[in-house]
């Protein structure tokens, strides 16, 4: 958040065993750049997955104004099946791409979530990074 050319705010980071992926939008590919450089400076970064969508300032506020629309959609789906209600899934939407970070608790429940995300309207495509518990 201190870089400038970034904006922090719209900048989602995940990191998962010193994997950092970075989601959300971006106003060019000078910040999306920037994003990933500040990302390695970080101590224990072992790898960089830079997933940032480029879009213009001017076309952002409707982006996102549909992106919350769809998120909404996809979080009520997955709240439905009673397989999925012990699963921890957190969804964010960016371009019509839903992503799961999370966990739930087998690999058929994975792959419930992912094929009931890709159901309401939308729904570009769907980024799966779900853990599966340990037992």
Same mark, same amino acid.
């Given at each position: 958040?201190?870089?400038?050319?970034t904006?922090g705010?719209?900048v989602n980071?995940?990191?998962?065993?010193? *994997?950092?992926?970075?989601?959300?939008?971006?106003?060019?590919?000078?910040?999306?750049?920037?994003?990933e450089?500040?990302?390695?400076?970080?101590?224990?970064?072992?790898?960089?997955? =830079?997933?940032l969508?480029?879009?213009?300032?001017?076309?952002?506020?409707?982006? *996102?104004?549909?992106?919350?629309?769809v998120?909404?959609?996809?979080?009520?789906?997955l709240?439905?099946?009673?397989?999925?209600?012990?699963?921890?899934?957190d969804?964010e939407?960016? =371009?019509?791409?839903?992503?799961?970070?999370?966990?739930?608790?087998?690999?058929?429940?994975?792959?419930?979530?992912?094929?009931?995300?890709?159901?309401?309207?939308?729904?570009k495509?769907?980024?799966?990074?779900?853990?599966v518990?340990?037992r």
């Amino acid at each position: 958040m201190a870089d400038d050319r970034t904006p922090g705010l719209d900048v989602n980071v995940d990191t998962w065993d010193g *994997k950092v992926t970075l989601f959300g939008i971006v106003d060019s590919e000078q910040a999306k750049a920037a994003a990933e450089r500040d990302a390695r400076k970080v101590s224990g970064v072992k790898a960089v997955v =830079n997933e940032l969508e480029v879009v213009p300032s001017a076309r952002q506020q409707a982006v *996102k104004a549909d992106d919350e629309q769809v998120e909404q959609h996809v979080k009520d789906a997955l709240r439905r099946p009673a397989e999925l209600r012990d699963a921890s899934i957190d969804v964010e939407v960016r =371009n019509g791409v839903a992503r799961f970070t999370g966990t739930v608790p087998s690999g058929a429940e994975r792959i419930r979530a992912a094929v009931i995300a890709r159901t309401p309207a939308g729904v570009k495509a769907v980024r799966d990074d779900l853990r599966v518990a340990a037992r």
